[in-house]
């Protein structure tokens, strides 16, 4: 998903990743595994496991993991597809349901079935991918609020989309741009999902005119602009509202020291789009059988129960557990917007483009 989110002020993410891999980030094309016992994860720059789980995949495959991670997932999606002849790695995670098209069309990814694949639940699965992309986790692409703010003005927070596009709620909130942010994107395909082909664009219309702000990506405005998280306050972020996720309450509530009792942020559940993340052996990868053991672990048990709170997203596999900690702060929306992947793959371009000449011009 995530671009799956990263909290600046906990650093979330990389150190667990560079400490646990028993190697850095490779450097360019072509920089995949050298040797058969090591394994190279591209990643976008939220990926994050414990320690402890990516040892046990050590001692139970025998293979080293390298991760690289590249940005963003659009950017991460985009590197990856140019890279594709002479691949950075052998494994892809990131991409999401609303590329997914982009990367299967450009043969990004090799079909491969993991172990334990039917433990799956059905509703994540990618139709027609051929079993290229594994999914791995899902999550809710949401506008989150700063509970402060609206109570100290005794007023009550948006809730939906419609909301949003209120006068009470002008000059509030920062999006990210949706053709650089995967959550700026999945915000544009709620809107679109919600008020249909002929209405979306009428909708940004009356949305930039209530003085939406755009960003390029979910750091900046989540950990700079966003007046309600950790790192917003610190660097004097002052926009209320924000395109984020429904799992980011529980990431500032588990990660404030002291931990509060309620988590200072609260999310609008009419406004979620339904985001699922995916992973694939990559086309020429050069460990395709390290690539292979990794995926078979990535939707195990183990690695599955340890997602929520490493990169604060719902695990896809029947019957993993997850943190009661996650599950009280980042409820899945009850009724999120969802979208057919073959509609995004035929319209995503160019709503990207209708969008961007739209709001940003």
Not at 11 to 20: A, D, E, F, M
Not at 117 to 127: E, F, M, N, V
Not at 199 to 208: D, P, V
Request: aromatic fraction near 10%; glycine fraction near 10%; hydrophobic fraction near 35%.
């Amino acid at each position: 998903m995530r671009s799956i989110q990263k909290i600046a002020v906990v650093g979330v993410g990389l150190g667990l990743v560079t400490l646990s891999a028993c190697g850095s980030s490779g450097s360019g094309a072509g920089s995949g595994s050298g040797d058969s016992k090591t394994v190279t994860l591209v990643s976008h720059d939220s990926w994050a496991v414990s320690k402890d789980v990516l040892a046990d995949f050590q001692k139970q495959s025998g293979y080293t993991v390298k991760v690289l991670e590249d940005g963003d997932a659009g950017t991460a999606v985009n590197k990856a597809i140019l890279t594709k002849d002479n691949p950075q790695g052998d494994v892809f995670f990131g991409v999401d349901n609303t590329l997914l098209s982009r990367a299967l069309d450009n043969g990004l990814f090799q079909p491969y079935e993991p172990r334990g694949a039917d433990t799956i639940a059905p509703a994540y699965r990618a139709d027609g991918a051929g079993n290229r992309v594994t999914p791995i986790d899902t999550g809710d692409i949401c506008v989150n609020y700063d509970k402060a703010y609206f109570a100290e003005r005794d007023l009550a927070p948006p809730r939906t989309f419609d909301d949003l596009i209120k006068p009470q709620y002008k000059d509030l909130l920062v999006a990210e741009n949706a053709s650089t942010s995967s959550p700026g994107l999945g915000f544009l395909l709620g809107t679109a999902a919600r008020y249909g082909d002929d209405g979306w664009t009428g909708y940004w219309e009356k949305l930039k005119a209530n003085g939406v702000k755009v960003v390029d990506s979910w750091e900046t405005a989540y950990n700079e602009e966003f007046s309600g998280s950790a790192g917003g306050k610190e660097a004097g972020g002052d926009r209320p509202l924000v395109v984020s996720y429904a799992s980011s309450p529980p990431v500032e509530v588990v990660y404030a020291d002291p931990q509060p009792k309620d988590a200072p942020t609260g999310v609008a559940d009419g406004t979620c789009f339904r985001q699922i993340e995916y992973a694939g052996l990559l086309s020429d990868a050069k460990n395709a059988e390290g690539g292979k053991a990794l995926l078979d672990f990535m939707i195990g048990t183990e690695f599955q129960q340890d997602m929520p709170l490493n990169m604060f997203v719902y695990p896809v596999v029947e019957g993993a557990e997850v943190p009661e900690v996650f599950r009280q702060y980042g409820p899945r929306a009850e009724q999120p917007e969802t979208m057919d992947a073959a509609k995004i793959a035929e319209h995503r371009d160019d709503w990207v483009k209708a969008w961007t000449s739209l709001v940003l011009k």
